[in-house]
């Protein structure tokens, strides 16, 4: 008993070494019959070995699980990675492919936006002539009183109809006229290319009936699509009455006056039951010794349900004798190509754009069929007056 309260006193005692101080202790004190109860001591010493054991396995397991999230961990770091490479080099063949737009699309939007720059000019300067015009008024009104109000009532009346009319003659589409004009020598010099290959295509060579073809749309860029009307028409006339009533056909789709003997500019508007659209045309006739080449730029503005859609249209047409010999006819070929240009916005219906395509389409056939009228009513009464 000694031993087992030395044992309990001393703090640096190990759990084996008390237990075997109790074993003796208890040996003196306990009868021989008591033996048993000594040896199932003795094993629930050996218990501490055993779960030190356990706890060794429980480390080794926990280590090995820490092992694997780690190397699971680096190889979803190193797939990050991985793709945000990938993201990026998709990225910059983006910015690549924009700013490899066509140079033609990219002359028209400066225009375009030159246009809408003179727009806002023309608007804030109004904005500010009224303002100052009313801080006036209202000083006169305070001073002179009713009479003055009733005068200067009159002149305001006056200033906001001549400023309209002021601001109406600068139309802010001159910056767009002034590109198309420049364009019309470097379109003149593509006809003989564009009319063989359409010719070709149409088989318009062997063939000297009236046609008219409207091709499907055709790629034209990434994110853009080209629709050609190409037409072959063959008059009984000869080609110096068509030349000389040549000008009057195309008075249908060049309605305003000319800037000079051979260019005309013209605005006006096409309807449909979807909606409208304006339409700014450029035009120039180059006359050559055996031939007529008429050349234009058409650009289209979308509106009401067509909003935010464009079109950039260039078109020929060539008027010459007929190739045939023992004959007296003319043949007049045309091309016309178009190319939808829509914002972002505009481009959620596919049916709307297929819509606003249609209406330029037609618009083309029936300023064809119409022009055609006309040359031949116009050539049969020059004939009537010259009888």
Same mark, same amino acid.
């Given at each position: ?7 309990l006193?001393?703090?640096?005692a ?8 109790i ?12 033996? %048993?109860?000594?040896t &199932? !001591?003795? *094993? $629930? ?13 429980? @480390?080794?397991r ?11 961990k ?18 910059e063949?983006?910015?690549a ?6 140079m033609?699309?990219?002359t028209?939007?400066?225009a ?9 000019q023309?608007?804030?300067d109004?904005?500010a ?22 005068? %200067?009532?009159?002149? &305001? !009346?006056? *200033? $906001?109809v001549?400023?309209?009319k ?8 001159? @910056?767009?006229y ?9 379109i003149y010099a ?13 088989d318009?060579k ?23 009307l190409?037409?072959m028409?063959?008059t ?11 000008y ?8 305003l ?15 449909? !039951?979807?909606?409208s ?14 031939r ?5 730029r058409?650009?289209?503005e ?10 950039d ?6 008027v ?17 190509r ?26 083309n ?15 049969l ?7």
């Open positions: 008993m000694v031993g087992l309260l030395r044992h006193d001393d703090p640096t190990l759990d084996g070494e008390l237990l075997h101080s074993n003796k202790d208890m040996c003196k004190l306990v009868p021989s019959s008591l033996t %048993m109860g000594t &199932a !001591l003795n *094993d $629930l010493s050996n218990m501490p070995d055993t779960k030190d054991n356990i706890r060794t396995q429980d @480390a080794s926990r280590n090995t699980y820490r092992q694997k999230q780690k190397a699971h680096e190889a979803l770091y190193m797939q990050v990675e991985e793709l945000s490479s990938q993201l990026f080099a998709l990225m063949a983006k910015e492919a924009l700013v490899s737009i066509d033609t699309q990219g028209i939007w400066k375009l936006a030159i246009r809408n720059k003179q727009v806002r023309n608007a804030e109004q904005r002539k009224l303002r100052a015009a009313v801080d006036r008024r209202a000083r006169l009104i305070q001073d002179l009183g009713q009479l003055v109000q009733k005068r %200067m009532h009159e002149e &305001a !009346l006056e *200033d $906001l001549y400023t309209a002021r601001l109406r003659t600068e139309t802010p589409n001159k @910056a767009l002034e590109v198309y004009l420049k364009e019309l020598d470097e593509k006809t003989d290319s564009i009319i063989y290959a359409t010719a070709k295509l149409a318009m062997t063939c000297e009936r009236s046609r008219l073809f409207y091709y499907p749309p055709q790629p034209f860029s990434s994110n853009s699509s080209c629709h050609e190409i037409g028409f063959t009984p006339y000869a080609y110096e009455k068509v030349r000389k009533n040549l009057e056909m195309y008075c249908l789709e060049f309605r006056g000319s800037l000079s003997h051979d260019a005309a500019i013209t605005k006006y508007r096409v309807e449909s !039951l979807m909606g659209a304006i339409q700014h045309c450029v035009k120039r006739q180059y006359n050559e010794c055996n007529i080449v008429i050349v234009w058409k650009f289209t979308g509106e009401g349900n067509f909003g935010g859609m464009h079109s249209e260039t078109g020929w047409c060539v010459g004798p007929s190739k045939r010999n023992g004959t007296l006819s003319s043949v007049v070929q045309f091309v016309s178009f190319v939808p240009i829509h914002l972002s916005v505009a481009s959620a219906s596919t049916n709307l754009m297929k819509q606003f395509a249609d209406l330029l389409v037609k618009s056939e029936e300023i064809c069929q119409l022009g055609l009228q006309t040359l031949e009513n116009e050539i009464d020059d004939a009537e007056r010259s009888n």
